[in-house]
């Protein structure tokens, strides 16, 4: 028998595939690394097949990437030794909502989308929202987060229990269904955010909260960025528990009015959005005017009605998606570091000094209540020049976040285009992390390559 | 030389004690289990000594047990191999308060209290708050947590980094000073919580909050422990964010009146506190009102001013020591399990239940809001016909609570007490632990036996 004919055995012909536009498919994610085709996709639709795949991968000695959405920005999915994919898109069941207890079940392939959906039915909503519509056990492999982290935390602050498949095929629960345990090491922790290096997720357990009693959302609008950067800093140290604080600069701006069809003023601009019940809102709302008032905000402008509410955190979200949009031909890099707040001024301010300095189009958006922004670059990936120079500006980002006491990646992940840091990030303790990748991968064929290097594997 | 010699000669005579009162005082911790004194008990006052240490302890093959506090509560820091007992007093420094970043950087051996008059000056304050005034290492070490975690969350939610001396003497740190990361494994969640079985912190770098503009405390007084507890769960529903929702049982109330000098109605009470600002948090209170009315309350009382407050939470904290104060010659026995909300009302019909068949004396209080409660049972420890009763009880709640999702421990830890449990509790995934323990300590000479069973160990 071959590992295709053991699969094929396993799964049936239907699930299992070497077709080449499948394998095109899933030989790449949403950035600008180069694709590598693997040999196999599979499609295990329960948590047992998934465990015996994992057995027939270390009967033959060969290596397992485990696929969601596609949407990473690190190249966290990208087959680059070839082997085994596996597609989780037929494992997309939203299995149980626990009302009473603020948590739902899904299997690994359900999207955000689907699974918000799903909750609205009970008045409830999940809190991460990283732009893409991924999978949920793409968000918990690369501790997603996005617009929404200020206030609620990362993917990983949200997962009670996640059900993984070991590279040995064994199965194991993370955690479990009470708010807080002191049992044992914190294993949901670990595995969030391995980046399907330690293990496969088949089932995760997630918490969830009622949608808020009233929302309110608007725009802050500021002669420069550092007035904007500064606002933020004054709204978060005066205590007002703002739901999202995002900051979009004038470039950015002009590409969401050109393709979301927006007609905001093209300056540097907060969008901005409250939780509360109706008297706390209104309290808050008022503090936050008074206090970008005196910061020389030039316009604040709030949403009356929930559709133009959402328009304008689509228009958001499809930021990084615009500059594709108007850029045929290019690829984007998205710069993803986090500074400490105290940190955030200088480094948006050096950060648009990078910019320009690279001759790159580009702008800067980012989750700016957790110190966390993203530079958008527009590259050509047949021109090397264009590569060195968007590799010179997020090396210079990097560099500046990690002597701040910052992070190389605030919710994208280390992947391989965050590797090369690692070392400095993380000093002594990268080789706390490569013994315990030893521990549980020994043979080193849970998609290899990623977080940790490539070199690890016992001999 | 000798060991002792050699730690002489590394802190000078002052810093090493085989003094039989200073090793009876680290033979123990709260709890009822059996003390077992120490060889040598070292205070160090610096992170490179603590690293000297352990190197001191490898070469000689000797365990090390790091020592805060002592008012762990399942026989955590007991030395029961002997060894070497590393007491943080001397390293009780509050380093940095970064104001901006709502962060502070603190030595293993503050205490909380010693943290939060440090903060207030800043208007800042830490927002785990277990009951004991315990070291800020040892609250991350057995990922403490308290009256506040239903809304701040538990001690791993605040720890933004860690210095951590392995076992080997090396020193790493687990993250940065960045609200948020995808780099790499997350360490901080896997060292908090680890009972000092991973490494030695000396120094840790903890999220704060602005002090809330305005708190409200109150209690709501109810005819039976249903009631009270049908009525956390509405208000849970209700989506109002309870800074703190704590059930007294009558029993407890009893005991609270004689050791606290209140006169509170001797009935199955909620403690509540709320945080916010004026406008809102007049509505919630208005809303929890309005439920708890519903829900059969017969009385809700606020306190008006801080001192009242004041006296409210600290008659609070104080109900496991007034036991113990009304019942001398007595130790006590806490459990600690915490269940999913939707389970909490049988929990804790169950545990009443358990308590009056064992014949013991005892109540339950509890951090209900999280599905955490705790009955503490006077127990005579020369009594083996006691301890067995106390052991049923404790048995019966764990069982129960795992049996529906729940865990063995909420906020204690596993120490030894809980060590029984880890199986059933974990199944599968504590073979991942124990890999993990090995691979971190590999001759096994971190906190012997807690957590992880001692036969781990390579040979």
Known sequence: MTLLE?????LGGDRVS?????????????SYHTPHIPDIVVY??????VS????????????VVPFGFGSSLEGNVIPYDGGIVIDFSLMNKVLEVRENDFLVKVQPGVTRSQLDKELKKYGLFFTVDPGADATLGGMAATNASGTTA???GIMRDQVRDLEVVLADGSVIHTGNMAAKSSSGYHLNGLFV?????LGCFTELTLKVIGIPEHIMAGRAEFANVDDAVNAVIAILQAGIPIARVELVDEQSIKQINLFSDTNYNEVPTLFLEFHGNEAGLQQDVEFMKE????????????????AARNRLWESRHNAAYAYIHGHPGKKQMVTDVCVPISELAGAIKDAREAVEESGLEGGIVGHVGDGNYHILLMIDVNNPQDIERANKVNERIVGYALERGGTCTGEHGVGIGKQKYQEKEHGDALGV???????LDPDGILNPGKVIKGDYAKS
Request: glycine letters at 2%; hydrophobic letters at 25%; aromatic letters at 4%.
């Open 6 to 10: 053991d699969l094929q055995q396993l």
């Open 18 to 30: 070497e077709n080449e536009t499948i394998l095109e498919q899933h030989s790449k994610d949403e």
């Open 44 to 49: 295990p639709e329960n948590t047992r097949e």
């Open 52 to 63: 015996e795949i994992m057995k027939l991968a270390k009967q033959y000695n060969t290596v």
């Open 150 to 152: 200020v206030r609620y």
């Open 193 to 197: 955010g391995s980046e399907g290096t």
């Open 291 to 306: 206090i970008v008032d005196d910061l020389d905000c030039q316009k604040v402008e709030f949403e009356t009605d929930t």
């Open 433 to 439: 992390m490569q013994r315990i990748k030893e521990a």
